[in-house]
């Protein structure tokens, strides 16, 4: 596998020290390596919310689906991000999604946002799922004066169709929401969940459906003779069908017609040990899950056991250099923002990588040029509801049935970013224009 960070970025060390782990123990989601040859109607390459997503809804119509990972299910950024599940999945505006593809297209692919986060709520409660669910809807506060609430409520209202709640700075406050915000908006939709007992939830019903599910078993190759071949160390799997489900772990290599249309991004999340009482009191006491309005933004919430999670975007390069400058960096936006548990020791830090496409929405859709391959990418981020729509979107494609909204823009194909593997120097850029307008 050729990929585009340092193989340092893609260490188990970097989710060492998961709080996630304490939850739901990484040797629960092992599973045996591929040995041997082994044959299925469906080979999906990765075993996160995507690729589970997909192959659960596979083997609910009696396809005989086998997956692969080159770790083990939840590696990648399922079993270690926010657990924001909300709407999201591109970055494009929506000023640029209607010159890109129309507004018919970006209200469709809008509403299947939607469609996501309620996908992701049935499928808990469909397979008896606690993921430890909480907030109703998510709360973006402002981190200067002047943020355009009106504008984007009626954006959000056009968009999804409802009416959020804007809120003054001392509504904020007694709503247990206090900090050096502005103001802030409360949409209702999506909830905060455990990403790892949802993960794992999903593992299970998949292999109850009758899946098979392989851990350390990165595919190499993949070859085509009226069948696909897939190899890896130990073993080869023949498919007719095959689904990509990667995301910021893809290669550039696995197969090659990635190479160029994600670009992986460094996303690192901070978590406190249980806040007291005292604590609480003098902070933040809401259990809204929030984010606050700059480029580079902030996530938090406060999690149903008084522990508060706290993430950030960053980091171009990945080294214990890098890594030790981000962790440092989060610590202290930590602090200036909830300045009350300056004290508060974070025992848990990790990092990990989310995926953006060229035209800055996600893809879901047939692979050109490679017969009955799908793939499935490019959440931008926000991948908890989207990658999981997303996957049950590829497993429509390959059953050929349209029970769910299925978004036009998302089956277009990415273009290639510039620069080839050298393309994470476009971020340098990105980034320094976003911290401007963060300023
Ligand atoms: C720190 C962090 C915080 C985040 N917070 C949020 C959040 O709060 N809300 C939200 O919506 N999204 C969040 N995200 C993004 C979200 O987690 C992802 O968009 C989503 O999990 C992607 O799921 P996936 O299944 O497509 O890919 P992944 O979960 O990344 O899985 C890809 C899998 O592919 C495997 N793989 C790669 N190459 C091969 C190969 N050649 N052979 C076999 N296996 C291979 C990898 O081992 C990996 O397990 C966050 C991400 C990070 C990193």
New binding site residues.
């Given amino acids: 596998?050729r990929r585009i960070f340092s193989d340092h970025a893609?260490d188990y060390a970097r989710i060492e020290n998961c709080y996630w782990a304490e939850t739901v123990p990484d040797s629960t989601l092992m599973r045996p390596a591929l040995i041997g040859a082994e044959k299925a109607d469906v080979a999906i390459?990765?075993?996160?919310?995507?690729?589970?997503s997909a192959a659960l809804r596979l083997a609910e119509s009696g396809v005989k689906t086998v997956v692969?990972?080159?770790?083990?299910?939840?590696?990648?950024?399922?079993?270690?991000?926010?657990?924001?599940?909300?709407l999201?999945?591109a970055k494009a505006s929506n000023g640029m999604i209607d010159r890109m593809h129309g507004k018919p297209a970006r209200l469709e692919y809008r509403q299947a946002e939607v469609a996501a986060v309620k996908h992701v709520a049935e499928t808990l409660s469909t397979h008896e799922i606690d993921a430890e669910t909480h907030s109703k809807g998510e709360t973006i506060v402002s981190h200067k004066a002047g943020y355009p609430f009106e504008a984007e409520a009626r954006e959000i209202e056009e968009n999804y169709g409802v009416t959020p709640t804007l809120h003054s700075k001392s509504e904020l406050e007694t709503l247990g929401m206090p900090g050096p915000f502005h103001g802030g908006m409360t949409t209702p939709i999506g909830f905060g969940l455990n990403?790892r007992k949802y993960l794992v939830g999903l593992l299970r019903a998949a292999e109850a459906a009758g899946v098979t599910v392989y851990g350390a078993?990165?595919?190499?190759d993949i070859s085509r003779s009226g069948t696909y071949a897939l190899k890896?160390p130990q073993g080869t799997l023949e498919a007719e069908q095959l689904t990509l489900?990667?995301?910021?772990?893809?290669?550039e290599d696995?197969p090659p017609w990635l190479a160029a249309r994600y670009m992986p991004s460094?996303?690192?999340?901070i978590v406190t040990r249980e806040l007291t009482d005292a604590e609480l009191a003098a902070g933040w006491h809401s259990d809204q899950m929030s984010y606050d309005s700059r480029n580079l933004l902030h996530?938090f919430r406060l999690m149903p056991n008084r522990r508060f999670l706290f993430?950030m975007r960053g980091g171009l390069t990945s080294s214990d250099l890098s890594e030790a400058a981000i962790k440092r960096k989060i610590r202290s936006d930590f602090e200036s923002m909830f300045p009350a548990w300056a004290q508060v020791e974070t025992p848990h830090y990790?990092?990990?990588?989310?995926?953006l496409s060229a035209g800055l929405t996600p893809f879901a859709g047939p692979v050109p040029d490679m017969p009955g391959t799908y793939a499935?990418?490019a959440?931008?981020?926000?991948?908890?509801?989207?990658?999981s729509y997303?996957?049950a979107l590829l497993a429509e494609q390959i059953l050929g049935s349209q029970k769910l909204l299925s978004p036009k823009l998302m089956q277009k194909p990415p273009l290639k970013f510039p620069l080839g593997r050298a393309r994470r120097a476009l971020m340098l850029g990105i980034y320094a224009g976003a911290a401007l307008k963060d300023w």
């Fill in positions: 596998m893609y390459i990765g075993a996160g919310f995507t690729g589970l692969l990972d080159a770790t083990f299910p939840g590696f990648g950024a399922s079993g270690r991000n926010g657990g924001f599940c909300c999201g999945g990403p078993s990165p595919v190499s890896t489900a990667t995301n910021g772990y893809s290669s696995v460094q996303s690192s999340v996530y993430g990790w990092s990990g990588m989310v995926c499935g990418f959440y931008h981020g926000n991948g908890v509801a989207m990658g997303t996957g």
